[in-house]
């Protein structure tokens, strides 16, 4: 089992005929993602070869839909265009999209995050390293071989920390890995994918990684305090940024006392959350609960 996406995605890429559109085609390809087209209006009908595998080129994802049966679409369109492509596959009526874009103004996140909800599609991002199910499909840059199927659900903010606890824990291994980005705004939160997870019968242990900014992981806390049966185990980065400056993500900025690591991990372990110091410390902490349950 899985969750969002699974060998039976069909995959579109908008913006796969420039250039990281093009490099992280061949990744998903390579990662056993059926990647069944790209979209690029000004080189529809085209075909681009991708090692032992040719792939179309439509004209819009309407197109795509129609031609392939795709559910889901990878953005890797340049900020200004960001919005129209969402739009666009909001439009088409697919399923999920996964916006790797980052820099987006955050006043066109808000407004294709709203007319896609409107029109049930579901969205990942933006500025995030999207998904994968290892094994069955990675929608995005998240690098494939890094850990394998298994029994652990993760969600994060943050890109190269859920490489980091995706690699320590490779032994384990993780049914789904979800990147939700770092933005002040994002499609899907913390608690849709705990919610996700907490259904799915093939995860038994979630892996949940904050940082600094906003009180997404608070409400992730109350969140699991209600809803949520299976263990969490938490890491938060940002313990040593100083107020007012933003880190990284443009959503990871402390202003005053809000927003804070401590604050937030005080809100998780409130929950009953166990939460790490370091990320190899988190992932001690999934190990010896595993141990423990075994």
Known sequence: MAIYL???SKVLVQGMTGGEGMKHTRRMLAAGTDVVGGVNPRKAG???DFDDRAVPVFGSVREGIDATGADVTVVFVPP???KAAVDEAADAGIALAVVITEGIPVHDSVAFHAYATARGTRIIGPNCPGLITPGQSNAGIIPADITKPGRIGLVSKSGTLTYQLMYELRDIGFSTCVGIGGDPVVGT???DCLAAFQ?????ELIVLIGEIGGDAEERAA???????TKPVIGYIAGFTAPEGKTMGHAGAIVSGSSGTAQAKKEALE????????TPTETAQLVLAVLEAAA
């Open 6 to 8: 699974t060998k039976e």
């Open 46 to 48: 085209r075909t681009v």
């Open 80 to 82: 200004a265009f960001a």
């Open 189 to 191: 939160t913390h608690i």
């Open 199 to 203: 259904d799915d019968p093939d995860t």
């Open 222 to 228: 109350a969140y699991i305090r209600e809803h949520v």
């Open 270 to 277: 409130a929950a009953g959350v166990r939460v790490g110091g």
